[in-house]
C-alpha cells in the first residue's frame, strides 16, 4: 500500500535537521527510522538511469544495464544502503527514469533516485539530495597526438576543441572553467561526445574521472587520461541521492550514509569501483 508519511512529527524533525540543531542520527530516530517512509510497504523503490553504465552500476562482464546486480559503485551502494535501512536485497525494486525528467516539483512515485546527480542548490529548489557519496573531480581525455597531449595547466587548454555533454557538470565545468577560446561542443549524451571524438570533430573530451577511466579503458582505447583537472572552487562537487521535496527518509539515509561511511564500507566500495589506479597528473590552474 503506498503512503506518504509527512507527520508533524517528520515535519519538526526536518525542521530541527534544517536548523542545525540534530545530526543526522538524531534527525532519522525522530522520523522512525526503524519503520523507514517508503511509497511502498515493505519495498524500497529505487530509480535511476533508463541506461546504467559502469563504473556506477552493471559492472559485472554480464552485468551491463543490469542495476539489480549489485555490481558497480551506486549498485553496491543501494544495496548497502538497503541493508541498514532494514531492508534485504530481494525487497530492493528498481525502475527507470529519464535524468533531467524527474529534477522538477512534485510527487514521485519512488525513494530515491541514484544516477550521478550532483547536488546544486538550483536542484535543491525542487527537489530534496541526501548527503554526498562520492566527491567529484573532472577529467579531460585525449589521443597520444591530440593538441591537448602534454597540458599541464588550464592556460594550455585555451586553444583545445573541447566536447562534453549536455546537463552534466563536466560542460558546466568545460564552458567556465576552462573556457576554451573556440566554443565547447554539445552533445546530447556521453555516447554522442565520444562519436564525436572518433570522427576528429573535437581534440578532447571532459568527463567525471570514474567515467573517464571507464571511457579509456573500453571504448576509446586509442585515448587517454590527459589529467584530473583543478578542483573549481574551494567546495567540492558531491553526488547526491535525489529525493521528492520534504520526503522524511532523507535522514534515514543520511544517517545510514553516516554510518557506511564510519566503518570503512563507502570507502571500500570507492576503492573496489571507482579508483582503478594509474599514474595520472593533475593539471593545474
Known amino acids: 500500500m503506498k503512503k506518504r508519511l509527512f507527520t508533524i512529527v517528520a515535519a519538526a524533525g526536518l525542521i530541527a535537521a534544517a536548523c542545525g540543531s540534530d545530526t543526522a542520527e538524531d534527525a532519522a530516530a525522530e522520523v522512525d527510522c526503524d519503520t523507514p517512509p517508503v511509497v511502498t510497504d515493505g519495498q524500497l523503490t529505487v530509480a535511476t ?3 546504467v553504465f559502469p563504473p556506477w552500476m552493471g559492472a559485472g562482464a554480464d552485468d551491463f544495464d543490469d542495476p539489480s546486480t549489485g555490481t558497480g559503485y551506486e549498485g553496491a551502494l543501494v544495496f548497502a544502503l538497503a541493508e541498514e535501512l532494514g531492508f534485504t536485497a530481494d525487497q530492493v525494486t528498481f525502475v527507470r527514469t529519464g535524468f533531467d525528467e524527474v529534477i522538477a516539483p512534485g510527487e514521485k512515485d519512488w525513494d530515491f533516485n541514484i544516477q550521478q546527480y550532483s547536488i546544486t542548490a538550483e536542484r535543491d529548489e525542487v527537489v530534496d539530495f541526501s548527503d554526498g ?40 565545468y568545460a564552458e567556465s572553467v576552462i573556457a576554451p577560446n573556440s566554443d ?24 567525471d574521472v570514474p567515467t573517464a577511466y571507464f571511457i579509456t579503458a573500453v571504448e ?48 571500500s566500495l570507492e576503492d573496489a569501483w571507482l579508483n582503478q589506479g594509474g599514474d595520472i597528473p593533475s593539471l593545474g590552474n
Open 220 to 267: 576509446i582505447t586509442d585515448a587517454s587520461i590527459i589529467g584530473v583537472l583543478p578542483r573549481a572552487d574551494d567546495a567540492p562537487e558531491e553526488l547526491g541521492m535525489l529525493f521528492e521535496e520534504g520526503n522524511p527518509l532523507v535522514s534515514c539515509v543520511n544517517a545510514a550514509l553516516a554510518t557506511l561511511r564510519d566503518n570503512g564500507t563507502i570507502e
Open 133 to 172: 557519496y562520492y566527491q567529484v573531480e573532472q577529467a579531460i581525455i585525449g589521443a597520444a597526438d591530440s593538441p591537448a597531449a602534454g597540458a599541464s595547466s588550464l592556460a594550455d587548454l585555451a586553444d583545445v576543441r573541447i566536447g562534453a555533454a549536455i546537463g552534466t557538470t563536466s560542460l558546466d
Open 49 to 51: 538511469g533508463e541506461t
Open 184 to 207: 565547447v561542443q554539445v552533445y546530447d549524451d556521453n555516447a554522442a561526445a565520444k562519436a564525436a571524438f572518433d570522427a576528429g570533430q573535437v581534440d578532447a573530451i571532459v568527463f
